[in-house]
Structures are given as structure tokens and as C-alpha cells.
């Protein structure tokens, strides 16, 4: 669920950002430009750990875990589905290689569209969001059929998401919050959304009620980004800022460390044996 926050919270931000200033391909050329260079060097820096693993695995240690060398979800195909950001689109069984970055896939993917669309129907922003949110969760419900999608077609899932968060901003930007001088209102509202937020995600983020997930999240980030009450002007605290801009690269990193950690303990358990 909380991935599911950040697709939203992305198409917020992204459509936000470059909403007004896609107008020619040029434009469409340059955003995708700017996104590949801040998606794909980690990703391919942490695919390259994995593959530098596995080659070391395949000289060295060929029968240590369940599976052989570069088979399964480290196959040698998978290693170019990777390289071009389309693992998402259901081309293996399963996750592969650093397996959170299917969604590096994703949004690329999403990215693309959203600044496609952007030129193709200029006219109609509202629209447009609507629609493709539309087609996202459609996607998800009937294509996907579940709502943790990630390899199997994970893309219908992060297109519900960002055009949710797309049509949050134009719903914002059209009628935002009005509590100004009303602090102690708009901090109560604040911290009530974050409580019913979580428990949100606690009790009810399953089936069948986790498919509204990106509805409410929609809610919530159009009552925060008003940051009319103490609840969001916290947020602006430095350190916590600091923490956002590294969250993709704390985001990508975390599975290779994890696998890097197992493996070194289950190499220090065959030395002790």
C-alpha cells in the first residue's frame, strides 16, 4: 500500500512540476531525458552488484543456494529487461534481479505516457487524468487482477496511482483548502487524516477495500498540500527533507544490502561448518 501512496504522491509532484511546460516533443524529449537520468544510473549501478554477485557465484561457489547460476529470477534475459526499464511489463514469471526496482519500470513507463499525453491532447489536463486513472484501475481489477501487482504488469497499477495523484493537482490547484488563520482546525484535520491513513493501510489495505487506496491517498495529499496546520509545517523540518531526497537511492539500495548481508552469514556458517 504504501507503494501505492507513492505513485500517487509522484503524479502530484510530476504533473506539479512539468504539468505547464510540456508542449512540443522537444519538450516530451527533454522531460524523458531528465527522468532517465535520475532513474536509470542507480538502477544499473545496483543491477551491476547483482550480476558482479552472480558471476562470482558462478566461479566460485556454483552450489550455493537453491538455484544455479544465472537461472531463475537471475537469468541472463532478464538482465536486458532490466537494463531497458521494462521488467514490469510481464515478460518473466517473476521479480528479477533488484527486485523493488520494478517500479523504476513503472514509472519510467508512466512517465512516458503522462508526457505523451501531455502533447497528443493538450487541451483537456483534467480529462486526461481522470481518464487514465480510469483505464489504471480497470487495468488493475481486469488485466492484473490483484493489487499487489509488481512483474505482472506492475505498470497498471503505477498508472492508476500517478493519475490519481494527476488529477489530485488539478483538483488542488482548482479548489485547494481555504483554512487560513485557522491553525488549530487545520492541525486537527492533518492529524486526523494521518490516523485514519494508517489505519487505513493497517485494517483495510487487503482485498477487496485496498483497491481505493489510491482514492484515499488522493484525499489525504490534497488536504496536506494546502500545509495550512502544524502536522505539515513539521514536515518542513530539514532533516525530514533531507531523508525525501535520498529516499530513492535508500529505496534501491536496501535489497542489495540485504542480500549482500545473507550472503555473507551464510558464507561465515560454511566456513564455521
Known sequence: MLLDFFFVMSGFLIVGAYGQRLKT??????????????????????????????????????????????????????IFTNILMIQTLHLHPMLTWNAPSWTVSAEFVTYLLFASLAVI?????????????????????????????????????????????????????AAPLLLTGRLVLATALEAAALAGVFAYIVVLGGPPFGFAG?????????????????VTRGLGWAPLVRLGAISYSIYLVHYPIIVITALALRLGDIGRG
Not at 552472480?54 to 556454483?62: C, N, R
Not at 488493475?140 to 501487482?149: G, N, S
Not at 489510491?214 to 502544524?230: D, H, R, T
Request: hydrophobic share 55%.
Open 121 to 173: 491532447w493538450p487541451g483537456r489536463p483534467l480529462a486526461t487524468a481522470l481518464g487514465m486513472a480510469v483505464i489504471g484501475a480497470l487495468g488493475v481489477a481486469l488485466v492484473a487482477r490483484k493489487l499487489d501487482a509488481n512483474y505482472d504488469y506492475g505498470v497498471l497499477r503505477c498508472l492508476y496511482g500517478f493519475f490519481c495523484g494527476a488529477l489530485t493537482w488539478r483538483v488542488f490547484k
Open 25 to 78: 516533443w522537444g519538450d516530451v524529449a527533454g522531460f524523458a531525458k531528465s527522468r532517465f537520468a535520475r532513474l536509470w544510473p542507480l538502477h544499473v549501478a545496483m543491477l551491476a552488484v547483482f550480476v558482479s554477485l552472480e558471476t562470482a557465484k558462478a566461479l566460485f561457489l556454483p552450489h550455493i543456494g537453491a538455484e544455479p547460476p544465472f537461472s531463475g529470477a537471475k537469468s541472463i534475459p532478464a
Open 214 to 230: 489510491p482514492l484515499i491517498f488522493s484525499v489525504f495529499i490534497w488536504l496536506y498540500a494546502a500545509e495550512q496546520g502544524a
